[in-house]
């Protein structure tokens, strides 16, 4: 089973949707994880780091859930600038899941 | 503030050639990664270095791959002999602190292709 997992889409969602995707991993005690965006031949940027008590940033909230061993992005009011791909990382070494294609649709 | 930067972007070899990749981690991070992206799967982790010293290279597919980072500053990632299934693109990424707790940053990438 691989560390991290995440479902690759892709999500096709209309421009003003709310749109979220989680990850799931296998180590319970990882401790650490991040949300990363990555664009078309481009290297991954972080978005935002994941703590279990919720981390909001604008239209972005990220949520780590240690009990079912699940991390989440959630975009409210989607943009077409927010079209990418969606990374998440983390665990105990650095794992990255495959990443999620989002397409914002006008 | 500069990120980090990579060295080529791009490089096509032959199968049985060497290659050697560089990458230069933000002034100040001593800690710098090395991960490698094939086409179509996740990115998987190469090793770490925490200054010159290798932290952690259970990465490291095989012996005809060497990561150096003599003095500490930038690194260099050598593939001798490449083969076919050493296509990919190989990221760089820094950061403050050590391990997965601390946010990393990626370089753009060296892509690779071994033909």
């Known amino acids: 089973r691989k560390e991290v997992e995440q479902d690759p889409g892709p999500f096709n969602v209309p421009e003003g949707a709310t749109v979220a995707f989680n990850c799931t991993y296998s180590n319970s005690a990882s401790q650490s994880f991040f949300w990363y965006r990555q664009d078309c031949r481009k290297e991954p940027k972080l978005l935002m780091s994941?703590?279990?008590s919720g981390n909001e940033d604008g239209r972005f909230t990220a949520q780590l859930n240690r009990a079912s061993q699940y991390i989440s992005l959630l975009i409210r009011d989607s943009k077409l600038s927010d079209s990418a791909t969606y990374l998440c990382?983390?665990?105990?070494?650095?794992?990255f899941g495959t990443g999620t294609s989002l397409t914002v649709i006008p | 503030e500069a990120g980090v930067t990579q060295f080529p972007s791009h490089s096509v070899i032959e199968k049985g050639q060497t290659v050697t990749l560089r990458c230069d981690p933000i002034s100040g991070h001593d800690n710098l990664y090395w991960y490698r992206r094939v086409m179509g799967k996740e990115i998987k982790f190469l090793l770490h270095?925490?200054?010159?010293?290798?932290?952690?290279e259970s990465g490291m597919p095989n012996n005809r791959f060497l990561a150096e980072r003599t003095g500490g500053t930038y690194s260099t990632l050598k593939v001798q002999p490449a083969e076919l299934e050493d296509s990919g693109v190989y990221f760089c990424?820094?950061?403050?602190?050590?391990?997965?707790?601390?946010?990393?940053?990626f370089g753009p990438g060296t892509r690779l292709t071994v033909t």
């Open positions: 990382g983390g665990g105990n070494q650095f794992y």
């Open positions: 270095f925490v200054k010159e010293s290798k932290q952690d």
């Open positions: 990424a820094s950061s403050e602190g050590g391990g997965a707790a601390y946010e990393q940053y």
């Open positions: 994941v703590y279990s």
